[in-house]
Antibody, heavy 121, light 110 residues
Framework: QVQLQESGPGLVKPSQTLSLTCTVS??????????WTWIRQPAGKGLEWIGR???????NYSPSLKSRLTMSLDTSKNQLSLNLTSVTAADTAVYYC?????????????WGQGTLVTVSS | QTVVTQEPSFSVSPGGTITLTCGLS?????????PSWYQQTPGQAPRTLIY???SRSSGVPDRLSGSILGNKAALTITGAQADDESNYYC??????????FGGGTKLTVL
């Protein structure tokens, strides 16, 4: 069974870059049956889809974050990464990585436990 | 900007039936949006319940079901139990590799 584990700094200063990694075990991120997604959740609020990266490296981002966001895969480490530039307090949230299913079903079948990132000086 | 709408809160009696809905700010939800539903309790990661409108994820009991009702996606819970008390989120696929979550429904069982 695939497992996902997010990691990264828990505290980022305003205007700096938020960088997170998601390590995948029990399955290959190179599998063409899946894509890899980041989702975030501010405290007490709902889920927000951030973006996805496919095994080819192609990406799709939320329009509201597109100008600040970069997602990529490192197949040698079986990891996906997220970089969000110029962060503000509004970017404070729990960040989840999730596996998405292709084959015309378009849903997220496995989730990491999430990692809290606080933007504060 | 596309907004996905959900009821902010709902309550149901133990053993009762409830239907949560998921709509679009403009237009109707169809199977082409591949609606999926997720359950989340505080402090936990979401759990996948329903995908592609009405397919249950592994281990999800058949008292949970998904459908399209009118112009919305729907999640129906029959025989509500105490551990159904959670937040429920729908997400719709808008095409071109973009998804949007609804704001979530807080379900209380009392």
């Amino acid at each position: 069974q695939v497992q996902l584990q997010e990691s990264g700094p828990g505290l980022v200063k305003p205007s700096q870059t938020l960088s997170l990694t998601c390590t995948v075990s029990g399955g290959s991120i190179s599998s063409g049956s899946y894509y890899w997604t980041w989702i975030r959740q501010p405290a007490g609020k709902g889920l927000e889809w951030i973006g996805r990266v496919y095994t080819t490296g192609s990406t799709n981002y939320s329009p509201s974050l597109k100008s600040r966001l970069t997602m990529s895969l490192d197949t040698s480490k079986n990891q996906l990464s997220l970089n969000l530039t110029s962060v503000t307090a509004a970017d404070t949230a729990v960040y989840y990585c999730a596996r998405g299913v292709t084959s015309g079903r378009y849903f997220f079948d496995s989730w990491g436990q999430g990692t809290l990132v606080t933007v504060s000086s | 900007q596309t907004v996905v709408t959900q009821e902010p809160s709902f309550s149901v009696s133990p053993g009762g039936t409830i239907t949560l809905t998921c709509g679009l700010s403009s237009g109707s939800v169809s199977t082409s949006h591949y609606p999926s539903w997720y359950q989340q309790t505080p402090g936990q990661a979401p759990r996948t319940l329903i995908y592609s409108t009405n397919s249950r994820s592994s281990g999800v009991p058949d008292r949970l079901s998904g459908s399209i009702l009118g112009n919305k996606a729907a999640l129906t819970i029959t025989g509500a139990q105490a551990d159904d008390e959670s937040n429920y989120y729908c997400v719709l696929y808008l095409g071109s590799g973009v998804w949007v979550f609804g704001g979530g429904t807080k379900l209380t069982v009392l």
